[in-house]
């Protein structure tokens, strides 16, 4: 699914001061290509697990050696393709360690400027549920970026594009894949100062390593949040279509709310297996949100938006509970929205419920709000999913 951009929206220059000028002759000048990033960028972390002082260097490499770690490109180290272009599989001998290596598109809509904005972004940004940026190359005109590999490669693969060596993901995993991927936006929302937007949130920037964690990556779009009394940042509307928030796609003003309703797509993508957007379904469901509205407001029909892949094995008060997740992050007023802390709480609650189909049969007919949670826990979660707002609470009962 490609990204797009709307071009009768543009970027608002007074808004946009993380704007990043193009190379310049002299930057271009081949390996001495260098980034400032506390001078160009004031982006700084107030606590989290690489706060301390320990900033991982990023590394540069030649465009000769990144040739040489995927044989020139080879179509056998192809890993997948996005909006900003091949991604291959390599082996660094300078550092023993097999990578990822996006290169640039040269020719694609997005380059230098998303470029720049991942390296800047990724050198500063480190948390277990963000892909870790290895390096660059800015060799002549060529940029490609060096990433941890990711081994069980992305999320969409494993929901979207099922073969037969890939067996289908278990409940149990997709909540644990959610709850991680919430915590890695509970960094860039609350742990980033000021506040990164990560705007690009979908199914394949969600990448797997060993034990399905997951990883978020591609943060090309990423923009510096509002700081101080504002609310929003006006930009141009970029991402992808199914996972825009409507209010950003329709006005351009980005907040973290944005974040949370792409989120909320991708949870339902976990939950129904559907895609964000699938043109071979059945009118009307072309949309994955605008087929699950209807249906979030009957709580007989949630059982018949989980994922037959399933194959019925999931606890029903889980598939209630994180639809009622998925319906709070997907309203339309992104005031109603819930914070990306609380939905970690909710979902990190849920991830914890291991679910066993040997012992927990689906055939229970589930009570009506969070059973099963210790009630101190309930009582948490139902405050502060609902955010005290009658509105909210009779959308998703
Ligand atoms: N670090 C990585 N490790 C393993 N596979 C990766 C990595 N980065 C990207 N990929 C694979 O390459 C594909 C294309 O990546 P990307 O260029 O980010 O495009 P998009 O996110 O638009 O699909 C991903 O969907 C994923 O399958
Ligand atoms: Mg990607």
Known sequence: MGCFFCAGERENPENNKDQIKPFSAEEKSKSNFQLNVRKQNSLELK????????????QTFTFRELAAATRNFRADCLLGEGGFGRVYKGR?????????????????????REFLVEVLMLSLLHHPNLVNLIGYCADGDQRLLVYEYMPLGSLEDHLHDPSPDKKSLDWNTRMR?????????????????????????????????EGYQPKLSDFGLAKLGPVGDNTHVSTRVMGTYGYCAPEYAMTGQLTLKSDVYSFGVVLLELITGRKAIDNSRAAGEHNLVAWGRPLFKDRRKFPQMADPNLQGQYPVRGLYQALAVAAMCLQEDPALRPLIVDVVTALTYLASQTYNPETQPTSNM?????????PQARRGVERKMSGGSERQRSRVD
């Open 47 to 58: 606590r989290g697990p690489s706060s301390n002082g320990s900033e991982r260097a990023v």
């Open 92 to 112: 660094l001998e300078s550092i023993s360690q097999i990578v990822a290596i996006k290169q640039l598109d040269r020719n694609g809509l997005q380059g230098n």
């Open 177 to 209: 894949i959610a709850a991680g991927a919430a915590k890695g936006l509970e960094y860039l929302h609350d742990e980033a100062n000021p506040p990164v937007i990560y705007r690009d949130l979908k199914c394949s920037n969600i990448l797997l390593g």
């Open 366 to 374: 589930p009570r009506l709000s969070w059973p099963g949670t210790p």
